[in-house]
């Protein structure tokens, strides 16, 4: 039922009801003229470009097919979205009658379901719209804030056709932004299946245009067979008109429906006003078409409708050989290159393992520690939590959680250690789009990006220059010879392989990086880590392995309880050497804490029901009277009583010393938390003593960096994710050191195991050798179009050969950088497989 009444004379409210109740109450101010101007004399509908037949109706000097295509504009025009139009005309969507289709997701149980992220203050949702199909898709979904109170956020994912959406759950939900959606001729597809093999129905249309091109392509040629001997013969000259009229038959659909990609493109950019690629491509295709149908119809001749359908069959072709790499190189980033990640299991017996994030299953029992980040979403089964969703939300307010509720993957445990049963298994895909979220990743951009971006702007202007003008110049020379030189100009040049190099060189190295303990957050971390000239690195946990620790403890006795209580106070902590400590104590019976405070360079501090517990620096745990300690130590306070401390003797990682003699020629620094007890040892391994930085706080360590780069150092920064996330975040490429767990920050670029640490500057050699890839492939895509332009000027190029050449220029560009980056991959496999290297 829809209501709908608007006052000629004074301003009113416009309101809408759908299904008898309100989907939204959509206010504006509305100034209606009281002399009306003639509509405009169209048959379309201004909406959706449908016919409006004889039941047409006019509003505001605009006709429309429908009810529902007319309640949309008056939607946009109250909301002042009327860009909308300005886009591309007719850019809607019949809005379908869904009736009572959705009614299901006004159950909260069921709602959850679809829900990435639910909280008291926030729900994320992701949905997948077929109907996703131009820049007025993106513009008018990207604002949905616009036409639905309560949404907060829209970001559309235009190659995935599906849009995240984040809204206020106490103002609106799911149901009514399914309703809106559907009612503005975006409805969603959605499924409960928990099958996660189950996609969403897949766009084919480009394999039907490739087929029904083909298809005419075929037999155009068959037709024109005679032609091409131009001999004169009885029944050939008599059947010759036929002949031609059935290949402008089969030329139609090829125009009117395998072509429309490129004409629709074109059309488009012309109206936003730029120039994109597809528009000499459009021109060439729409002379041809013109000039054979004259042809055919005058009886000059038979025209190119050969030369035509074999162009946009090759056309097509190579699109769907490039689209099946992108689909390819997609689904290795998203689902098979994991990230080097594990979370902590308890298995039925209690005991704690190591599990990577890929392998945990539904019903797994997971421990999250102070400061970790949930891989997965769970229910809590023990302990208190208090969850930071700003990586998914954008909200620092830590949401208090008990046993029993739910949390969502992205939050950050900010309290004592939880045990929670995982309700989900891992969605690679969903960890990318976190990592990769706009918050955490550079504004600035990189070389190559300035130039595709000057390419792209300058190349469709310099060709159609060059086509008119070689057109003009045949058309005194030759006039018959003119057409071909035009069209062929316009086909053979192909930015496509100058855009191109890029993005497949980076993305197969982003792969191979990620098969060899390298995970990186984009391709664009690649181009930095190349130019990287200076490497900090921290010490506990990066040069040094806590993991092959030597223990001693110095100080009063510790009793079974006591050793329960530091058990139970580091299963919380984060801090290697607190997780080493943790390791290295006996089992104990599991206790969960009160309180919880881990102090970034200082220690922890634990409370329980009747106990206290103080773990870190001497100063922290009111050690007085300790000599000067000739190691790594940890003090131990017990309810507020010094006990001694823990002395580790941790020895640097193999390899170590090689990696830093073959890094010489850069500058290399050690910020560290510690004291200098180790500045000889380190100096013996190759560190500079001026590069030597101790006792840094996690702010000098940001301040040290930021220092550097104000002296034009590109800094790389490896460290842990947790002591050291200012410090990765400012770096120009800032790793994360995985050592069986690690803890995920989205501030960082890249994630390495730490045993491809001593491969580093292998990582940044192959980066290098990416770069020169790129840049091979850029000189060669230049060549190609100077060389192809020249015969094309010069009339040795027919436009048939031309659209053959096209696209086997992108693709032997997606070959050769494929191929290259293979061979990189090789060696760096090697590396991997070889024994490490001694210290």
């Known amino acids: ?372 980040v949930i891989p997965v979403d769970g229910v809590v089964s023990q302990g208190h939590a208090a969850i930071d969703y700003s990586y998914v939300s954008g909200e620092s307010t830590p949401y208090s959680k008990e046993v029993g509720d739910a949390v969502f993957a992205g939050g950050k445990q900010m309290a004592a250690a939880i045990e929670i049963t995982a309700t989900k298994t891992v969605s690679q895909s969903y960890l990318t789009q976190l990592w990769s979220h706009a918050a955490f990743s550079g504004k600035d951009k990189l070389p190559f990006q300035h130039f595709t971006d000057r390419i792209s702007k300058r190349f469709t202007i310099a060709i159609l220059s060059i086509a008119v003008a070689a057109g003009m110049v045949w058309l005194f020379l030759e006039p018959a010879q003119s057409l071909h030189v035009f069209t062929a100009v316009l086909i053979v040049a192909c930015p496509c392989a100058l855009a191109l190099a890029a993005p497949f060189t980076l993305g197969n190295m982003l792969r191979i990086y990620g098969r060899q303990g390298l995970y990186l957050k984009d391709i664009h971390v690649i181009e930095k880590i190349a130019g990287i000239n200076s490497f900090v690195f921290d010490k506990t946990g990066t040069l040094s392995s806590t993991q092959k620790s030597h223990i001693e403890y110095h100080g009063a006795p510790l009793h079974g309880r006591e050793l329960a209580l530091l058990k139970n106070s580091f299963r919380n902590a984060n801090h290697p050497l607190s997780r080493t400590l943790y390791d290295y104590l006996p089992e104990a019976a599991i206790q969960l804490p009160i309180e919880f405070h881990e102090i970034l360079a200082q220690g922890i501090e634990c409370h329980f029901a009747q106990h206290s517990v103080k773990a870190g620096a001497a100063s922290f745990t009111g050690a007085t009277g300790v000599r000067l300690k000739t190691a790594t130590r940890v003090h131990i306070a017990i309810n507020n009583k010094y006990k001694g401390f823990y002395e580790f003797k941790t020895p640097y990682r193999v390899g170590i010393r090689s990696l830093i003699s073959r890094l010489k020629n850069k500058q290399i620094y050690v910020f560290s938390g510690d004291q200098d007890t180790e500045k000889q040892a380190l100096i013996a391994m190759g560190f500079q003593a001026d590069h030597l930085f101790f006792n840094q706080k996690p702010e000098d360590k940001l301040r040290q960096i930021e220092h550097l780069q104000n002296k034009a150092r590109r800094v790389m920064m490896v460290g842990d994710g947790l002591n050291d996330a200012g410090a990765l975040a400012k770096s120009d490429v800032g790793l994360a050191l995985s050592e069986d767990i690690a803890v995920f920050t989205p501030a960082c670029d890249g994630i390495l195991e730490a045993g491809q640490l001593l491969h580093l500057d292998q990582f940044q050699a192959s980066a290098q050798r990416a770069m020169k890839i790129i840049q091979y492939s850029l000189i060669g895509s230049l060549c190609y179009n100077l060389i192809g332009i020249g015969f094309a000027v010069s009339g040795h190029l027919e436009p048939v050969v031309a659209a053959i050449l096209m696209p086997l220029s992108a693709i032997s560009i997606v070959g050769y950088t494929t191929l290259a980056t293979h061979r990189i991959g090789k060696k760096l496999q090697a590396l991997k497989s070889q024994s490490p290297l001694q210290n």
């Open 1 to 372: 039922m829809l209501l709908d009444f608007v006052n000629k004379s004074r301003k009113t409210k416009l309101i809408i009801v759908i299904e008898s109740k309100s989907l939204a109450v959509f206010l504006c101010d509305m100034q209606k003229s009281a002399s009306k101007k003639a509509p405009t004399k169209t048959n379309t509908c201004f909406h959706c470009a449908d016919p409006c037949g004889d039941q047409k109706i006019n509003y505001d000097n605009k006709y429309f097919c429908c009810q529902g295509c007319k309640t949309v504009y008056q939607l946009f025009v109250q909301n002042e979205m009327e860009t909308f139009y300005e886009l591309q005309s007719n850019p809607g969507h019949t809005p379908k009658e869904v009736g009572g289709k959705y009614d299901y997701l006004r159950t909260e149980s069921i709602a959850q379901k679809l829900l990435s992220f639910s909280s008291d203050t926030h729900a994320i949702v992701s949905l997948y719209i077929p109907a996703i199909h131009c820049s007025s898709c993106i513009w008018l979904l990207e604002n949905l804030s616009k036409l639905q109170k309560g949404v907060l956020q829209s970001e559309v994912n235009f190659p995935k056709k599906t849009v995240q959406i984040q809204y206020y759950p106490k103002e609106t939900n799911l149901y009514e932004l399914v309703m809106l959606l559907s009612h503005i001729g975006y409805e969603p597809y959605i499924s409960l299946d928990k099958d996660p093999q189950k996609k969403p129905p897949k766009d084919r249309s480009l394999i039907y245009k490739l087929g029904l091109a083909g298809f005419a392509f075929g037999n155009i040629m068959f037709l024109s067979f005679p032609e091409y001997f131009e001999t004169s013969e009885f029944w050939l000259d008599q059947y010759k008109g036929l002949f031609r009229g059935l290949t402008l038959l089969f030329s139609l659909p090829v125009v009117g429906y395998a072509a429309t990609d490129y004409l629709k493109s074109a059309y488009k950019g012309l109206r936003a006003k730029h120039l994109n690629i597809d528009l000499p491509i459009s021109l060439g295709i729409i002379a041809l078409f013109t000039r054979s149908v004259t042809d055919i119809l005058m009886g000059w001749g038979p025209g190119f409708l050969d030369s035509l359908s074999g162009l946009i069959f090759f056309l097509l072709l190579g699109k769907f050989f490039q689209q099946k790499t992108y689909q390819h190189l997609s689904f290795e980033r998203d689902y098979t290159a994991y990230f080097p990640m594990a979370a902590t299991q308890i298995d039925s017996n209690g005991k704690e393992q190591h599990k990577p994030i890929h392998q945990i299953e539904e019903g797994d029992t997971l421990l999250i520690r102070h400061q970790e």
